[in-house]
T-cell receptor
Framework: DGGITQSPKYLFRKEGQNVTLSCEQN?????MYWYRQDPGQGLRLIYY???????QKGDIAEGYSVSREKKESFPLTVTSAQKNPTAFYLC???????????FGPGTRLTVT | KQEVTQIPAALSVPEGENLVLNCSFT??????LQWFRQDPGKGLTSLLL?????REQTSGRLNASLDKSSGRSTLYIAASQPGDSATYLC?????????FGKGTHLIIQP
């Protein structure tokens, strides 16, 4: 089945620790995206990548880092510099041309 | 900076009604507009994509329109069913990512 997988579904970390969220897609899409969703707010763009080995900051990149070493993978690291890391994180990939975005099931991160 | 607004924030209607969800955006220079559905605790499911050169798209009981000049889109749901209960999100953008509204929380009463 073609799609986007995110793991784990739930993640718990202590404050001060870095944590990496996984995102894999087998849709052969060039573009990949990370969004954050908080209660009462719309999704906000963290980072995006339109091609392997290249990525761009979104609206709220501070405290996050990414890599794009393979077309199918776009992991997100939430660093200890992120002041409010507890949120629902959603990964998406986009089809070339239309840039219609398809989303994964999300990872809910709780930092205490 | 692009801003997206969705009205109403919440809507509760009896089963069988036709309904309209509204989305407005401030910058008409968009590549495309996408409507999504989100169930509680889940990811987003793409419902309809309207590219900037198009005026509307249809899928089953759903119809979405786009008026770039006025910065508006509507999602029309015909003959609503309890299974349509979800949060509906509107987003605009393109290759450099999407800007989302806060969504319309829809409840269809059996």
């Amino acid at each position: 089945d073609g799609g986007i997988t995110q793991s784990p579904k739930y993640l718990f970390r202590k404050e001060g620790q870095n944590v990496t969220l996984s995102c894999e897609q087998n849709l052969n899409h060039d573009a990949m995206y990370w969004y954050r969703q908080d209660p009462g707010q719309g999704l906000r763009l963290i980072y995006y990548s339109q091609i392997v080995n290249d990525f761009q900051k979104g609206d709220i990149a501070e405290g996050y880092s990414v890599s794009r070493e393979k077309k199918e993978s776009f992991p997100l690291t939430v660093t200890s510099a992120q002041k409010n890391p507890t949120a629902f994180y959603l990964c998406a990939s986009g089809a070339a041309g239309s840039y219609e975005q398809y989303f994964g099931p999300g990872t809910r991160l709780t930092v205490t | 900076k692009q801003e997206v607004t969705q009205i109403p924030a919440a809507l509760s209607v009896p089963e069988g009604e036709n309904l309209v969800l509204n989305c407005s955006f401030t910058d008409s220079a968009i590549y495309n507009l996408q409507w999504f559905r989100q169930d509680p605790g889940k990811g987003l499911t793409s419902l309809l994509l309207i590219q900037s050169s198009q005026r509307e798209q249809t899928s089953g009981r759903l119809n979405a329109s786009l008026d770039k000049s006025s910065g508006r889109s509507t999602l029309y749901i015909a003959a609503s069913q309890p299974g349509d209960s979800a949060t509906y999100l509107c987003a605009v953008g393109g290759a450099d990512g999407l800007t989302f509204g806060k969504g319309t929380h829809l409840i269809i009463q059996p």
